[in-house]
T-cell receptor, first 114, second 113 residues
Framework: DVKVTQSSRYLVKRTGEKVFLECVQD?????MFWYRQDPGLGLRLIYF???????EKGDIPEGYSVSREKKERFSLILESASTNQTSMYLC?????????????FGQGTRLTVV | AQTVTQSQPEMSVQEAETVTLSCTYD???????LFWYKQPPSRQMILVIR??????QNATENRFSVNFQKAAKSFSLKISDSQLGDAAMYFC??????????FGTGTRLTIIP
């Protein structure tokens, strides 16, 4: 089975802290994604990576950066956490090469910035 | 802009009954896929069903089926014989011709015993 693992289920950080959210997948997928999930807004794409060291901005990249040094690992970085970044963060991966490919999701990290 | 719209924030259904969740979308692409994902309280998002826009035949997966109306840009999900385990948030999504998914705002489905 495909497994996408996020390092924390719950995280509490202080305003201004640098925050790292880690995601690892074990199926050799080329594509990895970070989404933010908020009630009434659904899932919004923050960043997308289609290969090691390659990334594209999604719909809401402001205040975030990403790192993909190895194929299996995709990190989301909040350079200076703010209270409006309190949210659920979902990581996903998918194989490349087709539009019909299924995206596999991690269990999410609920981040609270105080 | 390419968008996915779910107009029903919440739905409920009696156990063993049938329920239909609505989804509309907007795109100028001609070839794309549409998906329904389920997010149970455990948060693990899983794929329920997918439909290619070029296929006229509606996709079916056991108790789950879709009503795909390409001209109307409508993609509804029908759940037959609803079970308690079907309680979840359901998200409609599309890749709109690329490898990134755009999601709707979700519908929370409650199953009434």
């Amino acid at each position: 089975d495909v497994k996408v693992t996020q390092s924390s289920r719950y995280l509490v950080k202080r305003t201004g802290e640098k925050v790292f959210l880690e995601c690892v997948q074990d199926m050799d997928h080329e594509n990895m994604f970070w989404y933010r999930q908020d009630p009434g807004l659904g899932l919004r794409l923050i960043y997308f990576s289609y290969d090691v060291k390659m990334k594209e901005k999604g719909d809401i990249p402001e205040g975030y950066s990403v790192s993909r040094e190895k194929k299996e690992r995709f990190s989301l970085i909040l350079e200076s956490a703010s209270t409006n970044q309190t949210s659920m963060y979902l990581c996903a991966s998918s194989p490349s090469g087709g539009m019909n490919t299924e995206a596999f999701f991690g269990q999410g990290t609920r981040l609270t910035v105080v | 802009a390419q968008t996915v719209t779910q107009s029903q924030p919440e739905m409920s259904v009696q156990e063993a009954e049938t329920v239909t969740l609505s989804c509309t979308y907007d795109t100028s692409e001609s070839d794309y896929y549409l998906f329904w994902y389920k997010q149970p309280p455990s948060r693990q998002m899983i794929l329920v069903i997918r439909q290619e826009a070029y296929k006229q035949q509606n996709a079916t997966e056991n108790r789950f089926s879709v009503n795909f109306q390409k001209a109307a840009k409508s993609f509804s999900l029908k759940i037959s014989d609803s079970q308690l385990g079907d309680a979840a948030m359901y998200f409609c999504a599309s890749n709109f011709g690329n490898e990134k998914l755009t999601f709707g705002t979700g519908t929370r489905l409650t199953i009434i015993p």
